[in-house]
């Protein structure tokens, strides 16, 4: 989530505003996908709040608020409540896109089984699933599947009802594969950070001085490395 205007600085915002800025438009407070928090002048001492689809121009929630009568504290609550709200619609929104074109997966799957959705619904009730094979879990699923772009992308156009639904599908679907991706890189980057941090403080170092004749700092080194390197023993730094 982008927060542009931090809960706290409410209203210094729109006393900083309210004569130039927020007469001709809204401020954006924060913004989370599709969706962002809007400030608006009602006038001298009043602005309200506003929980917007930016993109379709629907409003979720509102608050109108008078500087004379409310504080700081009080405000922050409420645009941590429509923070909250915002990330729910969010999560909620890309939770039902990847379930459909999960959806649209499964139907793919039990067509290339020969099996119709139908007798599939029936042996998932019954007691003879075991005999049936079963389509993947949703681990395997996001790992092998979805998380592929050139698959998804297929399915989509396979499974799309109208042009305006499949463009829909693939804008959402190439965005969320790439944030998944970056996340799924940065977790496995900070799990060997942590797991070499641990390491490291569990060894303990030891310096020894040792001195070679030579007639170079890097005619010196050499003969060092060289000593070392014939019969090495775990790990070793050579400094200078």
């Not at 542009?4 to 004569?19: A, G, L, N, W």
């Not at 006038?43 to 608020?65: H, M, P, Q, R």
């Not at 679907?173 to 996340?183: F, L, W, Y």
Request: proline residues 2%.
């Amino acid at each position: 989530m982008f927060t542009y205007i931090k809960p706290e600085f409410m209203i210094h915002t729109f006393t900083q505003q309210r004569d130039n800025v927020l007469n001709e438009r809204s401020l954006c407070v924060a913004r989370l996908g599709d969706y962002a928090i809007q400030m608006a002048k009602v006038d001298d001492s009043t602005f309200s709040l506003s929980l917007e689809n930016a993109s379709e121009g629907a409003t979720y929630a509102g608050k109108v608020i008078n500087i004379n009568n409310t504080n700081e504290e009080s405000i922050a609550l409420i645009v941590d409540d429509l923070f909250r709200r915002m990330q729910a619609i969010n999560e909620k929104e890309i939770f039902d896109m990847r379930e459909n074109i999960w959806k649209w997966y499964a139907l793919s799957w039990l067509e290339e089984q020969d099996i119709s959705l139908e007798d599939y619904l029936d042996s998932r009730m019954g007691h003879s699933y075991e005999e049936m094979p079963h389509w993947k879990s949703f681990e395997e699923y996001m790992a092998e599947d979805y998380l592929s772009i050139a698959s998804t992308m297929n399915i989509i156009n396979k499974y799309a009802q109208t042009p305006e639904e499949s463009e829909k599908y693939r804008t959402f679907a190439a965005k969320d594969i790439v944030e998944m991706r970056q996340r799924h890189s940065l977790d496995i980057i900070q799990e060997e950070f942590a797991a070499k941090a641990d390491g490291y403080e569990k060894k303990t170092t030891y310096g020894f001085g040792i001195e070679v004749v030579a007639d170079s700092r890097n005619e010196a080194r050499k003969k060092l490395e060289a000593l070392l390197k014939d019969t090495p023993v775990g790990e070793f730094i050579i400094r200078g």
